[in-house]
């Protein structure tokens, strides 16, 4: 309601509405303040304009709420005068607006916040969610008698200070008020002495459509007493019955007989009570406004009295609060209206409800009820908010993300059970489990009428009853899948810390605070889950839907909360993820929401859980997708998620193998091995592992002349040795490790190749051939060893104890810097070594003194780790230096990709403490299958991951040996396009061509797909027709 008061006229202004019809409470008052209160203002507003027309033509003031007259009393207006609780209050009233609530009857029955079922139920506490304080501070409240006084501050909770005790306008109305002909028995054909009866059943919470079948079973035989009784029969129904399908096909067939009439309840009845000669009644309060307005023959149809599904509950004992002849069938009924039973005493039983239900009943109601609301004040009490969270991944969340992370956990588990389970059922728990839950959660929904009941939440018993069922379990077994669930749920359960602290916080500060839950498992178990993530949490009332078959998905859990709680609260605020249950639901009731969005997997996680369907895979995408949620940057996810599986595994797995062999010392080589040393460091020291580690500097680069003992390699001639990145002349004299001068000396016939800016593979292959046979280059070079292994021979003294038991964890490669380094130790050392290296995967097997284990065979290239390894602040060691007697190794520092390299510093670690913590069911099988699916991954999808694109493609590394640093998926530009137009590769070097495609623009992509897909296919067939037509020519000639 607005705050703000438009400005209006010295009269107080009162608005009247009584639902869709003239009638009732609001309607007499309305017409005595017309007729003796000319200093109020008295209109009437409602939604319908056939009944404001009918007011106006009656010669009253009436709009409907949202014309334009309308708004602007209702800006206006100072009282509000009603005859229910409101459901919905104008948002243009003034916060200043008294409602007068007149009511519209006494009675046995619970009303509003008593009504425990029903189609009612849930708009009545909606509109007290939405309401209450302003029905308490607001709204005065009409009783007309010491017991009902009390009834009524039972049934709506209302402040005894906004009570007004008097009786009711409609039963002190003026005769000579109507707003219709009252010549009802004329309009029927039927004589002035003609009998009124009047039948008005109440309102039926559940049987709103097939209740006239049961009232009325045979028509014929009461139009035949009503013949002869000469008696006009009027039904007078709920409009909410009104569809009821019997009623509707009496009124079609029989509407126009002279003996029966099917009320408008358009028109107000109590205008001719004063007609009635008997009354039929049941549960219904017009009982009471009967008895006020002077009918003293009543007949108590209750055909269905105590039947469940009759009514609401009684608040007082219906038959010592009514009087009247009882019929509990048609044929009684029929009876009584054929021979009246007059019983002595009436007049007594009269006297005694009227003192019940109208003792505050007076001549001057009107003016009562008139002057207690304008001295009325408007109340501003502030009420405490009721706080409630949804528990799954609202306040906890499973590791595992997903339920289906659990039933893996069983799935798993029973591979190993020593219960024997059908084959089929042990390697497809997983989705048996759910297919269970799902028929049986389909059933539910299906079988309301069947099972009796509206309830709709299933019990965890009741899941693994219906497994045992269908796979023919023993009672054993089912036991047995059931303790395995709950204990996978409880292994698997863990805290959404903020959440908590929020929640928490609020019950400290003495909030009203709740836990709702749409979850089959039991009470007990989920009071087990809250104690172990927070013991606070498991002392806040918990509503649970296997508790109370009630769920939030229908509404029905918070109506439970509501009445539980006995609501009293200025509003109510619910906290969840389900956008069903927990918004939209909650929202429909008048309920506050805060959406708290469930974490799902993303696309690489999602990928993970398929490869790997297994609960240590769901765990680890799980703790992925909960890091994903605090990461700072993108590339913090990326270290921790992708950086993380191309490492962690293989060191791990190496680390433990090594440790089997009795392995005392673990060396790591620079430079790949600075983030390994890391990974292991971090690994010794979280498992407290017997492990010793060092880090020594060294190289392909440096290594393989030097080991060059007694004779060249040929390794260092082949495709993949010296001289596999020959660019320009500067890089031909480093791979030949010669200066200018010693290459004019050695190669006077290569002298061409100073002029030389792009060494051709022609030009290469000519200088491969001239120094593999150029016996001075050989003695050269050997010399040239031997004199840089001097050095070498010293570092290797220094940092290598050769009497222990030590290996190298190496990353990937063919094995060759392994036989180097097997040369320079033995020349070191004076004798033969046993060198064993650890190998993501080597191209070499063991070999000799050098010994390789490797962890994957996947023959995945894993050329793009090299750009991870490059992100370290030096280059790769090319040589080694004297520091007086001490020989160092010569590190040439970088410009790196900082951000990268400390990320990885700090996050390797971190991802290490929370991985290995998690409660893993094979570790083994984990890491190799991690390892496996993050390359095959990157082989596969990297170009779709915007972790990878923006991350990973722009780093630059030196693959090859003596080649320049690039980045590894350079973007394209439009104009490096255009050469790819004319038949020419595109003009930029990239290793992975969809990456860099993914980092360019939407144009350059179209473009480098219509040339695939059009342009390459007509350049390739238009070389074809030029070949055939260069042989066509030449065969001519």
């Not at 189609?119 to 709204?139: A, C, F, G, P």
């Not at 200088?767 to 570092?795: G, P, T, V």
């Not at 050469?979 to 350059?1004: C, W, Y």
Request: overall charge neutral.
């Amino acid at each position: 309601m607005e705050k703000n008061l438009a400005k209006k006229a010295t009269k107080e202004i009162w608005l009247f509405n009584s639902g869709s019809t003239f009638s009732g409470n609001p309607k007499w008052l309305f017409l005595y303040i017309r007729v003796h209160r000319p200093d109020i203002e008295a209109y009437w507003i409602c939604d319908q304009q056939d009944l404001v027309k009918k007011i106006r033509k009656l010669g009253h003031p009436a709009a409907t709420f949202r014309s334009l007259q309308g708004e602007k009393w209702k800006r206006q207006a100072d009282v509000f005068v009603v005859d229910q609780v409101k459901e919905h209050l104008p948002i243009s009233f003034p916060s200043t607006i008294k409602i007068l609530n007149l009511w519209h009857g006494v009675g046995c029955k619970t009303i509003e916040r008593g009504v425990k079922f029903g189609e009612l139920r849930q708009r009545i506490y909606q509109k007290h969610i939405r309401y209450y304080s302003v029905y308490q501070n607001n709204q005065l409240f009409l009783v007309t008698s010491p017991l009902m006084e009390k009834h009524f501050q039972e049934q709506i909770a209302i402040p005894d200070e906004n009570l007004i005790r008097a009786g009711y306008p409609a039963n002190s109305r003026e005769s000579d008020l109507t707003t219709y002909s009252h010549a009802i028995k004329a309009s029927k054909g039927l004589p002035d002495d003609a009998k009124i009866i009047l039948y008005a059943p109440t309102y039926r919470d559940r049987s709103l459509t097939n209740f006239f079948g049961k009232a009325i079973p045979d028509i014929a035989s009461l139009l035949a007493l009503l013949q002869k009784q000469n008696a006009l029969f009027i039904f007078k129904i709920h409009p909410l019955m009104a569809q009821d399908p019997i009623y509707q096909q009496l009124q079609a067939n029989y509407s126009n007989h002279p003996n029966l009439l099917f009320w408008d309840n358009q028109q107000d009845i109590y205008e001719i009570f004063n007609q009635v000669d008997i009354a039929i009644v049941d549960y219904s309060s017009i009982f009471y406004d009967l008895l006020a307005s002077g009918v003293k023959s009543f007949i108590r149809y209750i055909f269905d009295y105590k039947e469940s599904d009759t009514m609401r509950d009684f608040a007082f004992d219906y038959l010592d609060m009514t009087f009247g002849t009882l019929c509990y069938d048609f044929e009684t009924m029929l009876l009584a209206l054929e021979a009246p039973v007059v019983r002595a005493g009436v007049q007594t039983d009269i006297d005694r409800l009227e003192t019940l239900f109208w003792e505050y009943d007076r001549p001057d109601n009107c003016e009562k009820i008139i002057t207690a609301t304008q001295c009325f004040q408007i109340k501003n009490t502030t009420f405490p908010t009721l706080y409630s969270f949804d528990i799954f991944d609202t306040l906890l969340r499973r590791k595992t993300l997903e339920p289906l992370g659990v039933f893996y956990y069983v799935q798993d588990k029973l591979q190993n059970s020593p219960l024997e389970f059908p084959g089929y059922f042990r390697d497809n728990y997983q989705r048996i489990r759910r297919q269970a839950e799902a028929q049986l959660r389909d059933y539910y929904r299906k079988s309301t009428s069947l099972r009796g009941s509206d309830l709709l939440e299933i019990q965890l018993e009741e899941i693994f009853a219906r497994l045992q069922t269908l796979y023919d379990l023993t009672t054993e077994q089912t036991d047995y899948l059931m303790e395995l669930e709950l204990e996978g749920e409880l292994q698997t359960i863990e805290g959404i810390p903020e959440q908590i602290a929020a929640c928490l916080e609020l019950k400290q500060r003495g909030e009203t605070v709740v836990l709702i839950s749409d979850m089959y498992l039991p009470e007990t178990f989920m009071k087990q889950l809250l104690r172990k993530v927070h013991p606070e949490l498991a002392e806040l009332p918990l509503f649970l839907s296997s508790t109370t078959g009630e769920q939030k998905s229908t509404k029905k859990l918070y109506l439970r909360v509501f009445e539980s709680l006995d609501y009293r609260f200025e509003k109510w605020i619910h906290h969840g993820d389900n956008q069903h249950a927990d918004i939209k639901m909650a929202q429909s009731l008048g309920i506050e929401t805060v959406f708290c969005p469930r974490q799902k997997f993303e696309q690489y996680e999602r990928a993970l859980v398929n490869r790997i369907p297994h609960y240590d895979g769901y765990l680890t995408a799980g703790l992925f997708a909960n890091y994903r949620t605090k990461a700072r940057h993108s590339s913090d996810y990326y270290i921790y998620a992708f950086v993380s599986m191309y490492f962690v595994p293989y060191v791990h797995w190496a680390l433990k193998h090594a440790l089997q062999q009795g392995t005392e010392t673990v060396y790591f080589l620079s430079r790949d091995g600075h983030y390994l040393k890391l990974i292991a460091d971090t690994l010794i020291a979280l498992k407290k592992y017997p492990l010793r580690t060092k880090y020594l500097y060294g190289s392909r680069k440096a290594w393989r002349i030097p080991s060059f003992v007694e004779e060249i390699d040929e390794e260092f001639f082949s495709p993949f040795g010296n001289f596999e990145a020959l660019t320009d002349f500067d890089s031909v004299l480093e791979a030949l490790c010669v200066n200018e001068e010693t290459f004019d000396r050695l190669f006077p016939e290569l002298n061409h190749l100073k002029a030389c800016t792009n060494i051709t593979l022609t030009e290469k292959q000519e200088i491969i051939y001239a120094a593999k046979n150029s016996s001075h280059y050989r003695d050269f070079l050997l010399a040239y060893a031997k004199e840089k292994r001097i050095c070498i021979n010293q570092y290797f003294q220094q940092e290598i104890n050769p009497d222990e038991k030590f290996v190298f964890i190496e990353y990937w490669g063919r094995g060759y810097t392994q036989d180097c380094f097997n040369r320079l130790l033995a020349d070191a050392f004076g004798k033969p070594i046993q060198t064993v290296f650890y190998y993501a995967r080597s191209i070499y097997p063991s070999h000799g003194l050098s010994i390789r284990h490797n962890f994957n065979p996947n023959l995945t290239s894993l050329v793009f780790v090299e750009a991870i390894f490059a992100t370290v602040p030096y280059h790769s060691i090319t040589a080694y230096q004297w520091d007086k007697t001490i020989a160092r190794p010569v590190i040439d520092y970088k410009e790196n990709t900082a951000g990268l390299h400390n990320g990885i510093q700090a996050l390797l670690p971190e991802f290490i403490a929370d991985f290995y913590q998690l409660p893993l069911l094979d570790e083994d099988a984990l890491e190799r299958s991690l390892f496996d699916f993050a390359i095959d991954y990157f082989r596969t999808s990297a170009y779709k991951n915007s972790y990878i694109i923006e991350n990973f493609a722009p780093l630059k590394d030196s693959v090859r040996l003596h080649a320049k640093e690039e980045e590894y998926a350079p973007c394209i530009r439009l104009r490096d396009c255009l050469p790819k137009l004319a038949g020419r590769p595109i003009a930029v070097q990239t290793t992975n061509m969809r990456l860099s495609l993914a980092r360019s623009s939407r144009l350059v992509r179209l473009l480098y797909q219509i040339e695939k897909k059009w342009l390459e296919k007509a350049v390739r067939q238009l070389k074809i027709r030029l070949r055939f037509l260069k042989r066509k020519l030449l065969f001519r000639s």
